[in-house]
């Protein structure tokens, strides 16, 4: 009621005053010492550089389709780069795919330029996919900010590459965009500052915006023609999922997996947004003091608070784990090597990110990052499935090594971690592999740096 959202934001403004000014908040990065005291990392951070990382496989054709390729670069640092090495055929297809949902998520998210005309901004989600993409001279003003705004304002770039695609993945492109327009607008009434209320509205949410685009670019390999049909059916049939969302398929539980790593780690950002997505049926169960999502923001160091905050934080870190089993299933069912690049590159980071925010109070005072260094080392030594179980047992075997002794989520979490951890045995890394790896980069980088040189 009105009363909950009057606390809820009294609370928030108060949170901002403690923090001293809006939308600051702070990053905890890890020192250049640090990190220069991981030497493979910088061998293979060095190689990258240096070699120019991933290939792109993109044909610009046009400025349509240039325009495409540095607005993606633009919004999407992360994702550019994968997407731009996946196959050539379907390469175009996927970066459309990105913008155009990116486009939608950029609407879904501004929550000043429709003021309280919430009906507008319901109509823009749902009509999306076939005025946007189907009118090659729409564009918007005034939505979004920086390069998201640019998007809108210049998607008729978009929409007329979208049109040149072939029939199927423009038929898959508007079918996603469709249905994930409709879930985004059933939460555009919803007051979201105290988070969802159930696990099951979070599952819900969660697969709207990521576990649609884990079945769309499953359907896009497929349309274009890179992986088989049985592929496509195995991994969309609910009854392979071992996870319990009740969203559908092993895809569902790939795109599920990053957005709970994404809203886990974007605690104190989205809070002081207003728009939070912790579910309260879990976050109750350790908020005694004022009941609010608020309570574990800027907790004492070494407070009951701090301690009830990581105990909250290792329950929601085990919740996304137990959705691991199937991404393993989903990416040892891939057959075209650069797709499964595409796919454990994102997975890898996730696990990476969750093994970093476990039982580490900073996620309630800042966002907290993965080092670059070990980013490129996993983007580099990822693209093979012994090389992503590798990953995953590394990242399982530390989380339960620091599982605190009492922790509510105890039992639950060396469970999930003990899956993993079974499901990778034959990739475990040993010393001389490491080693070997190691030298493998520092060669490499030496080289590189001699032709440049």
């Known amino acids: ?28 990065a890890e020192s250049k010492l640090s990190q220069l005291s991981h030497l493979d990392e910088v061998a293979y951070a060095l190689y990258y550089k240096l070699t120019g990382g991933l290939t792109s496989k993109l044909t610009v054709a046009d400025e349509d389709t240039k325009f495409c390729d540095e607005i993606l670069g633009s919004v999407s640092r992360s994702f550019a780069a994968v997407i731009r090495q996946l196959p050539e055929k379907c390469c175009l297809d996927v970066l459309i795919f990105y913008l155009v949902l990116r486009a939608l998520d950029t609407i879904e998210d501004d929550m000043t330029a429709f003021g309280k005309n919430h009906a507008v901004k319901v109509k823009h989600l749902k009509d999306f996919y076939k005025v946007a993409l189907e009118d090659p001279t729409w564009t918007m003003d005034g939505v979004g900010e920086g390069d998201e705004r640019k998007l809108l304002q210049e998607f008729d770039k978009c929409a007329r590459v979208y049109q040149r695609l ?13 249905r ?13 500052g105290e988070g969802t209320q159930t696990i099951d509205e979070y599952n819900r949410y969660c697969n709207f915006v990521a576990g649609l685009v884990g079945e769309g670019l499953t359907r896009l390999f497929h349309a ?59 976050w109750s169960l350790y908020a005694t003091e004022t009941k609010s999502l608020g309570e574990f923001a800027y907790p004492k ?79 580099m030594t990822c693209g093979t499935m012994p090389g992503i179980k590798s990953w995953f047992h590394e990242f399982a075997t530390e989380i339960k090594r620091r599982v605190p002794k009492g922790d509510p989520s105890e039992k639950r979490t060396h469970a999930a971690c003990d899956k993993i951890l079974a499901l990778t045995a034959d990739a475990a890394p040993s010393p001389m592999r490491a080693l070997l790896l190691f030298v493998l980069a520092f060669i490499c980088a030496v080289v590189a740096y001699a032709q440049i040189a």
């Not at 959202?5 to 702070?26: E, F, H, N």
């Open 1 to 28: 009621g009105p009363d909950s959202t009057m606390s809820s934001s009294s609370a928030r403004d108060a949170l901002l005053k403690k923090q001293g000014a809006y939308g600051k908040i702070k990053t905890h």
């Open 166 to 178: 072939e029939p199927a993945p423009r038929a898959v492109i508007a079918d996603v965009t469709r």
């Open 180 to 192: 994930m327009a409709d879930g985004m607008a059933e939460y555009v009434d919803k007051d979201l």
């Open 224 to 282: 274009c023609g890179y992986e088989s049909a049985a592929f496509e059916q195995k991994v969309l049939d609910p009854t392979n999922c071992t996870a319990d969302h009740k969203q559908g398929g092993l895809d569902k539980s790939m795109g599920l997996f990053l957005q709970k790593t994404n809203i886990i780690r974007d605690y104190l950002e989205d809070y002081v947004d207003g728009r939070a997505f912790w579910p309260k049926e879990i």
């Open 301 to 379: 160091p070494g407070s009951q608070t701090e301690a009830r905050a990581c105990a909250l934080l290792n329950h929601l870190v085990t919740d996304a784990l137990e959705l691991l089993p199937d991404c393993l299933t989903y990416m040892s069912l891939l057959s075209h090597p650069d797709i499964f690049r595409f796919c454990a590159i994102p997975q890898v980071m996730a696990i990476a990110t969750l093994d970093k925010v476990y039982n580490n109070s900073d996620v309630f005072t800042g966002v907290v990052k993965v080092r670059k260094g070990l980013a490129v080392k996993m983007i």
